[in-house]
């Protein structure tokens, strides 16, 4: 597995990559940071932890108003892997703060 060092609201990450999906991953890291910038640069929440959590939900929000993936529409991200990989992150640091 490939790691790749990506940047979330400033802070640096090293995520594991499965070979081909590079790309996949950037485009993720990118979108949950402009959403995690847009929750704070809004000003009203200001920890890093509570910016993650608002940022997941909002995301996980936009893929459920896409509907279930069916095989004219693939889902573009995998909910469960992204999941993994947040965990192990925050395993090796423990909080976002």
Same mark, same amino acid.
């Given at each position: 597995?490939?790691?790749?060092?990506?940047?979330? &609201?400033?802070?640096a990450?090293? &995520?594991?990559? #499965?070979?081909?999906?590079?790309? $996949? $991953?950037?485009? /993720?890291?990118? /979108?949950?940071? %402009?959403?995690?910038?847009?929750? %704070?640069? /809004?000003?009203?929440?200001?920890? %890093?932890? %509570?910016?993650?959590? =608002? /940022?997941? $939900?909002? $995301?996980?929000?936009? =893929?459920?108003?896409?509907g #279930?993936?069916?095989?004219?529409? #693939?889902?573009?991200?995998?909910?469960?892997? &992204?999941?993994?990989?947040?965990?192990?992150? =925050?395993?090796?640091?423990?909080?976002l =703060?």
């Amino acid at each position: 597995m490939k790691q790749i060092e990506v940047s979330i &609201l400033g802070q640096a990450y090293v &995520l594991g990559c #499965p070979e081909g999906g590079e790309s $996949l $991953l950037r485009d /993720a890291v990118a /979108a949950v940071d %402009r959403e995690m910038v847009g929750i %704070r640069d /809004a000003g009203k929440v200001k920890a %890093r932890e %509570r910016i993650a959590v =608002l /940022a997941a $939900l909002n $995301l996980a929000y936009q =893929l459920a108003e896409r509907g #279930p993936a069916t095989p004219e529409t #693939p889902a573009e991200v995998d909910i469960d892997a &992204l999941i993994r990989r947040v965990d192990a992150v =925050l395993g090796s640091d423990g909080q976002l =703060l």
